[in-house]
């Protein structure tokens, strides 16, 4: 028998045994062991099926063994699986162009390809340090409550206190605004030579699903350009259609029409396959990494490639956009209404935050999680759903169903 096979006692239990003496503990213990998956459900090793509201956090947009996807993964795998990147393959030409396409970014743009989000956000990093023509531009802006990811040039551009100290120093000239405020952002472009990017998340996901509020993108893209600085929008959760539209930016409540300089994805974009990318828009932007600045090894490579492009293709072939929006919409409507602690339902499309009056959010998760429904607790008091585009109504209900079925005062341990 190999090592990963299942046997009638190898449990949950059995496999969280394993776990901790063979996995650095960065993440905690497993909730659970996950063996399969099919469309928006999972199950673990004891056999208990589970709604996947999570999505991977945010990835897994064509949910469980899509048979497209699949299909598409397969069929790359035994063409070619991996080349250098001193060659390039059909598959990585032809999503470098879609992204272009899908991004309305303007004739001159490119993409860079990484393998994660946070990846993604290094390489803008490294963009932002570029745009230094006046030679006093060493000033890179962020938002307070902003997540870019864990690697340090990503890291210094997030916020939070408890990631980013245990790592310090961290690359410097970072500078936090306070979050949704122009009147800061304004008087931070008081010196506009000095200022190299701006960057911003146009959906803040890990502090509870907070968009920018209406004029601020509009506002920024008009002080950057001024400045002659970039505007970087972290699209790595909100974008490729997580919210309704292939751009958080592209709602007009949220981005208003305003083009960026450079745009950063990954999560959903590979629909479960390791993928990021950068959009730089026009040769401006486009030629601020040169040859030999910046690369990857695995980056762009035929399969991830193949991924996205099946992952965009299924978005578009089955209208997913419009139901994202319309189900989206729905759900936060009836959400807002399921509980008396529940005091605010926000976000866009399928990437919602469920707000409570109280400090219960890891309560409601737990018994989430025992009830058979997958969502986060971003915060003390915000439940994160971020579920794959092929959820349905029904499945939405469910778990609609079981916020209304919970104790009005939840002070209690969860059950």
Request: proline content about 6%.
């Amino acid at each position: 028998m190999s090592d990963l096979e299942l046997t009638g006692t190898d449990s949950v239990v059995h496999w969280t045994e394993r776990y901790t003496h063979a996995v650095m503990d960065t993440f905690g213990p497993p909730q659970r062991v996950l063996v399969r998956g099919e469309g928006c459900y999972v199950w673990d090793a004891d056999g208990t099926r589970y709604l996947d509201l999570l999505g991977g956090i945010a990835v897994n947009a064509l949910g469980h063994a899509h048979p497209t996807l699949t299909a598409a993964v397969s069929a790359q795998l035994g063409t070619i699986g991996h080349i250098s990147n001193f060659f390039a393959s059909p598959t990585q030409i032809a999503l470098a162009e879609r992204l272009i396409g899908l991004t309305g970014a303007p004739e001159g743009s490119r993409v860079f390809f990484a393998n994660s989000g946070t990846e993604a956000n290094e390489a803008a990093f490294k963009m932002a340090r570029r745009n230094n023509d006046s030679g006093r531009r060493t000033r890179i802006l962020a938002l307070e409550g902003s997540f870019h990811g864990r690697t340090m040039g990503s890291l210094a551009l997030t916020s939070k206190a408890a990631y980013r100290e245990p790592f310090e120093p961290l690359p410097g000239g970072v500078e936090f605004l306070p979050f949704g405020d122009t009147d800061a952002l304004t008087a931070a472009f008081a010196e506009p030579e000095t200022v190299a990017a701006l960057v911003i998340e146009p959906i803040q996901g890990e502090v509870g699903v907070r968009a920018m509020p209406p004029g601020y993108l509009a506002k920024a893209r008009e002080l950057t350009a001024d400045a002659g600085a970039l505007l970087i929008l972290d699209e790595v959760q909100s974008g490729m259609g997580r919210t309704g539209a292939w751009l958080a930016s592209h709602r007009p409540e949220i981005g208003g029409g305003i083009a960026p300089d450079v745009v950063t994805l990954a999560k959903a974009l590979g629909g479960g396959i390791p993928v990021g990318a950068v959009v730089a828009y026009g040769e401006r932007a486009a030629t601020l990494l040169g040859r030999g600045q910046h690369g990857t090894t695995f980056g762009g490579n035929p399969v991830a490639a193949a991924a996205a492009l099946a992952t965009i293709g299924v978005i578009e072939r089955d209208g997913l956009l419009a139901h994202v929006d319309r189900l989206g919409g729905q759900w936060r409507t009836e959400l807002a209404t399921a509980h008396p602690l529940i005091a605010d339902v926000r976000g866009a499309g399928l990437l919602i935050a469920v707000e409570f009056a109280a400090p219960v959010a890891a309560q409601v998760a737990a018994r989430a999680l025992a009830a058979g429904f997958i969502v986060n607790p971003c915060t003390p008091t915000t439940i994160r759903l971020a579920p794959p585009y092929l959820l349905t109504a029904e499945q939405a209900a469910t778990f609609t169903q079981f916020l209304a079925a919970l104790p009005h005062h939840l002070t209690e341990a969860p059950a």
